[in-house]
């Protein structure tokens, strides 16, 4: 009798946590669209927000070029590096400059920003609205009659949709400089060449899909960044966890992104 | 140190609440709260903590949804207000947080503007910024208008979070622990605030508070909230003169402790 009951108790134990945890699931994943689907209702319609849709776009923006200029420089390089070998058993290497435009321009630029945004902006803006959670200042703001999903979620999503295709950009033409260092170094060939080549391979829907798959990543970022901060609850450590969780699931986000656009891009090439 | 008796004007209720019930799961916080609040009157809503005291003002501000009962506010009912109407509504209430939560992000000046420029953008630069050195003026902190709230002491930003609430003209104050983590001198500097404010500024105010100073310092009357109910209500005296054992163990423990 003693042994039933030893087997079939954390039986019992287990069922009713696994159908909580089940149903929590599709619960966090409503809010999760609800959440999207507020963003749009309000981010587009008056009072507008501009002063600090600027200020904010100049915090994505600007203040991540130092970081976007050194990894783009050192990604370029190091990709053309890798690449010499494989391309010199064939004597290829003048090829270099069409494989280094077409993996930098389709994927390696909007990845690498991505994710390094992920990183920087990502983690502060989850950190920043979870403190503003936690220390009662959205609930200030909202009892004082203002629209703190407006200003805090929906000015921040669009500076990061709004500056990562821009940083996207700037990313790939920081490496394409990269790529031309190895390149002039060890070919000796000329910059109008090299770019001339560098361009060659790259079609309109090359810049468009990098554009189109940059500005989902920026979104993803920023709604990301908002909705855990907005969420965010336990005082200073759930601040921290709200930070650390953005950056994990933008990251893992922006992966899940980048292999259905590849997918779709595919089928219009 | 008693409150000076106000011109309350007992035939306008400004809130009025029946039957205020909220549960979180299992712990029912609130369990038929009645009450009403005149026309410029202070009331003080003493308790200890976790008795539902922050909870009552937040539902009356619209923070937190109501489980039954109704809440009306200067004619609206809140349990029922739209988002437009509530957003409305609370352009007319003042709420003081515990924890001040200035935006610390923002200087003294920004702070006091946000509210101000987002709910009436007609003003001009100029009335915008008499209107913020009149407000810091009338909580005494005029030299601190570009510091920021990291700079600021604590009985200060509960000074500028008053002021906060006070640039939007509210009709209604509902005041979060206004007392609570500052020295006696701070206090009562404080409770006084709060009788200006209702002097100069003709509000209504409910205060939460366990600070029996405050209490009768600030209010006209007292509600004391036991086990989800108000228990007893009246004036300080009326209200500690009863033979309730925990009303009178609150009372005591206050001044011992």
């Given at each position: 009798m003693d042994t039933q009951n030893s087997t079939t108790a954390p039986a019992t134990k287990a069922g009713p946590s696994i159908s909580k945890r089940f149903t929590q699931f599709f619960v966090d994943v409503y809010d999760v669209f609800a959440f999207i689907a507020r963003f749009f209702k309000e981010a587009f319609?008056?009072?507008?927000e501009f002063r600090e849709l600027i200020k904010q776009t100049w915090e994505v923006g600007v203040r991540s070029l130092l970081l976007i200029t050194v990894t783009g420089f050192i990604v370029g390089l190091i990709f053309t590096k890798q690449s010499r070998p494989s391309l010199l058993q064939f004597g290829a290497t003048s090829w270099i400059p069409s494989l280094v435009s077409i993996a930098l321009m389709r994927a390696l630029a909007p990845l690498v920003t991505a994710l390094i945004s992920a990183g920087r902006v990502g983690s502060s803006i989850g950190a920043e609205i979870g403190s503003m959670r936690v220390t009662e200042q959205i609930d200030a703001m909202e009892v004082s009659g203002t629209h703190p999903f407006k200003y805090l979620v929906c000015i921040r999503t669009l500076a990061t949709t709004i500056s990562i295709p821009i940083l996207a950009i700037y990313n790939g033409l920081i490496a394409m400089l990269g790529g031309y260092l190895n390149v002039a170094v060890n070919e000796g060939t000329s910059f109008s060449t090299y770019i001339q080549q560098f361009f060659?391979?790259?079609?309109f829907i090359d810049f468009e899909s990098s554009l189109i798959k940059s500005t989902i990543f920026g979104f993803t970022i920023g709604i990301v960044g908002t909705y855990k901060g907005w969420n965010s609850s336990s005082g200073t450590a759930g601040v921290g966890k709200a930070a650390n969780s953005a950056v994990v699931t933008a990251m893992f986000l922006v992966f899940i992104e980048e292999v259905i656009i590849v997918q779709i891009t595919g089928w219009f090439r | 140190m008693e409150k000076q008796p106000q011109s309350i004007d007992?035939?306008?209720?400004?809130i009025s609440i029946h039957g205020l019930t909220k549960s979180f799961g299992d712990y029912h916080v609130l369990r038929g709260i009645d009450l009403d609040l005149f026309r410029k009157e202070n009331l003080v809503v003493l308790g200890r903590s976790g008795t539902g005291k922050s909870v009552l003002i937040k539902i009356i501000s619209g923070l937190l949804k109501a489980d039954s009962g109704t809440v009306n506010v200067l004619g609206n009912e809140v349990t029922t207000i739209t988002p437009q109407d509530l957003q409305q509504l609370r352009t007319r209430i003042g709420f003081s947080f515990q924890n001040s939560?200035?935006?610390?992000?923002?200087?003294v000046r920004k702070n006091l503007e946000f509210p101000l420029v987002r709910n009436?953008?007609?003003?001009k630069r100029k009335e915008i910024n008499e209107m913020v050195e009149r407000v810091l003026e009338a909580v005494g902190?005029?030299?601190?208008?570009?510091?920021?709230?990291?700079?600021?002491?604590g009985g200060q930003r509960k000074r500028i979070g008053i002021a906060r609430t006070l640039i939007l003209r509210p009709e209604i104050m509902l005041y979060d622990e206004?007392?609570?983590?500052?020295?006696p001198i701070t206090s009562m500097e404080i409770n006084n605030l709060i009788n200006r404010v209702q002097e100069r500024f003709n509000t209504s105010s409910i205060i939460i508070t366990h600070d029996l100073t405050c209490a009768k310092t600030t209010g006209d009357r007292v509600a004391m909230l036991l086990d989800g109910q108000f228990q007893r209500q009246g004036t300080f005296d009326e209200v500690f003169e009863g033979e309730d054992v925990r009303v009178k163990q609150f009372y005591d423990y206050n001044f011992i402790n």
């Open positions: 319609v008056p009072p507008y060659q391979p790259l079609g | 007992y035939n306008e209720k400004v939560a200035l935006y610390d992000s923002m200087t009436q953008r007609s003003l902190l005029s030299q601190t208008i570009n510091q920021m709230p990291a700079e600021l002491s206004p007392t609570a983590g500052l020295d």
